[in-house]
């Protein structure tokens, strides 16, 4: 029997991760900046306001020059182009990334901020390709590769080996062409700039949706008096605070969730039969109305930035005179980076998605949920 | 000098008085009579018919061109002699000390081996024929490949790929291949995939179902064996 149970002993099941922290924006170690520059393939990303907006508010406040990207059919061999490198990669903020069936079945390749080049590739593809990489970390065992080229090191010139072979495989081996999300960023105004392709690309060009709903008539929690009590008991170091504290967190987050799916059940009036649902709001909370505005689209996080400093800007302000913002950002889940260049894979979601919640004072929860084949949080 | 046993004696030798003296040898009337129709018969029976006296004796039969040994005592010295001949064999330590198998390096050009690939597409074309697209690939297993013009177009290790060259020497696990800046490149024929063209046809060689020395790959029975990873 006990050999029997040695020969059986399987790794524990992986499980997908939520990771809350607080801060403050004040705060000099405040990751915020960090947390959205380092995760580049945005999906979407949406503001939630505890009160009703008009459209006039949001074209003056949150509507700025429409932000674009463009969808591509292109060759490997492109981005190694010596004019791409220089007018895009040094200068200003390039991003792109390959749409596929899925990063568990085909190859993956994505282009980040600081230029590197990481291609996600499946056994066939690696063994094809003539470029060294390490093996993926999820999945079963040696059946997907990883192969990281930096762009912008000293080595990637004309004439030189390294360049030459990768060249050479991009010419021969892996001349496919892939459909790209491309964005171009200046890094000084943060604008999207217009690149140019040539014509055989099919470059379409295409707008970050932009769409706002108005939720009347749902229960909002008062989610600060969470956080005032919180921060009284922060001095002695109660673990039953601690842990009303966390649970608090994940209930606020479960209803963000139901938020950003409008469900039915925060409705003031809903009548639910208890047999299909429970749910009720975390508590105190109050009958009130809402704003969501959402932009949907390949989002260059260095938007997201401008967009989160100005939110901060005007809850400060109290312009709106809201109690608290909440920003959630979706991750493309078939990216293969999550945060800061870690890996990133699909199992059972493959999600890579993020939330600030944004108080008047400048404090923050951030909540980080990943997928279980991340490897951002190890 | 064949021709010379039936010309005639030279001049002075027939005028010399000996030779007027020479008598005919005596012959009596009845041989006289016999032998010139014997003779006759005899030829005109074998010139008769080639064709039915190949069938006859030839046809069929099995014929020792060789001188065979009759007496056990010829045996014996014969034995004798072969086991004195005996070839001495080098052994692999000595032919690994001796780098027998080695190709020197002031041989490592690829202009050296061009003419052995000229030599190798000759004999492919002639190993083709007329043969359909299944028997060709059927002889290919057993064909001769130094001199072929090999690229690795997959393989298990990434350095290796695109790594184009004549064949020069095969061993059982290893293709050693000579490219055109003048390098031997050792490549294992393990987890990686072969290509060649001839004419406009593009041949893929599974190294991994290669894995013989070319001597014996050349009788080998082979058997359907399914090419599951590199």
């Known amino acids: ?378 | 000098m064949s021709n010379n046993v039936y010309s005639s004696l030279p001049k002075d030798i027939q005028d010399s008085p000996e030779a007027k003296n020479e008598r005919q040898p005596p012959v009596s009337e009845t041989t006289k009579k016999f032998v010139p129709n014997f003779v006759l018969n005899s030829i005109e029976s074998s010139t008769k018919d080639p064709a039915k006296i190949y069938v006859s004796k030839l046809k069929g039969k099995v014929i020792l061109l060789d001188n065979p040994l009759k007496t056990s005592e010829e045996k014996k010295k014969r034995i004798k002699l072969q086991k004195k001949k005996k070839v001495k064999v080098m052994s692999a330590k000595e032919k690994k000390e001796t780098k027998i198998y080695e190709i020197p390096e002031e041989c490592h050009k690829y202009d050296l081996f061009i003419p052995l690939n000229e030599l190798w597409l000759q004999y492919m074309e002639e190993l083709h024929g007329n043969s359909s697209p299944a028997v060709f690939v059927q002889k290919l297993l057993k064909a001769d490949f130094h001199g072929a013009l090999f690229t690795v177009s997959k393989s298990r290790c990434a350095s290796y790929i695109g790594i184009t060259g004549i064949n020069i020497q095969e061993t059982e696990n290893m293709f050693k291949l000579i490219t055109k800046d003048n390098k031997l490149k050792s490549i294992p024929k393990g987890h990686s995939v072969f290509t060649f063209q001839l004419k406009d046809y593009m041949f893929t060689l599974y190294g991994e179902q290669l894995r013989f020395r070319s001597a014996t790959r050349a009788t080998k029975k082979f058997k359907n064996k399914p090419n599951i990873d590199l």
């Not at chain 1, 490997?76 to 200068?91: A, H, P, Q, W």
Request: proline letters at 5%.
């Open chain 1, 1 to 378: 029997m006990y050999t029997l149970l040695m020969a059986f002993s399987l790794p524990e099941p992986g499980k997908s991760k939520l990771l809350i922290s607080k801060s403050t924006t004040k705060s000099q170690n405040s990751r915020h900046e960090k947390i959205i520059l380092e995760h580049p393939f945005n999906h979407q990303m949406e503001l939630l306001f505890p009160t009703v907006l008009s459209s006039q508010q949001i074209m003056d406040q949150f509507s700025k020059d429409p932000f674009f990207f463009y969808k591509a059919n292109i060759p490997l061999s492109y981005f190694i182009d010596r004019t791409f490198i220089n007018t895009y990669v040094k200068g200003g903020c390039v991003r792109a990334l390959s749409l596929s069936e899925g990063i568990d079945i085909s190859n993956v390749i994505s282009l980040d901020e600081s230029g590197t080049l990481i291609l996600n590739l499946t056994k066939d593809t690696y063994e094809q390709l003539g470029l060294t990489g390490k093996p993926s970390k999820y999945g079963t065992s040696r059946q997907r590769f990883v192969v990281q080229i930096n762009l912008l090191e000293k080595s990637m010139i004309p004439g030189k080996k390294g360049y030459e072979r990768v060249k050479w495989c991009f010419e021969n081996s892996l001349t496919e062409s892939f459909p790209f999300l491309i964005s171009f960023i200046d890094i000084i105004s943060h604008e999207s700039k217009e690149m140019k392709f040539p014509s055989t690309f099919n470059a379409k060009k295409l707008n970050v949706e932009q769409n706002s709903f108005l939720l009347n008539d749902i229960l909002i929690p008062e989610i600060s008096e969470m956080i005032k009590m919180n921060n009284n008991n922060n001095n002695n170091d109660n673990k039953k605070e601690e842990n009303k504290w966390k649970s608090d967190a994940i209930e606020i987050y479960d209803w963000l969730g139901l938020v950003s799916l409008k469900s039915q059940r925060l409705l003031a009036y809903d009548q639910i039969d208890p047999y299909i649902s429970l749910y009720s709001p975390p508590e105190p909370y109050k009958m009130g109305d809402g704003t969501l505005l959402r932009w949907t689209g390949f989002i260059p996080s260095a938007i997201i930035l401008s967009i989160f400093k100005s939110v901060l800007e005007q809850i400060e302000k109290n312009n709106l005179n809201v109690p608290w913002i909440v920003i959630n950002i979706w991750g493309f889940k078939d990216s293969p980076i999550s945060w800061n260049k870690q890996e990133h894979n699909h199992f059972m979601s493959g999600e890579n998605n993020y939330s600030f919640l944004i108080w008047p004072d400048g404090s923050y929860t951030l909540y980080q949920a990943l997928g279980e084949y991340d490897n951002y949080s190890i």
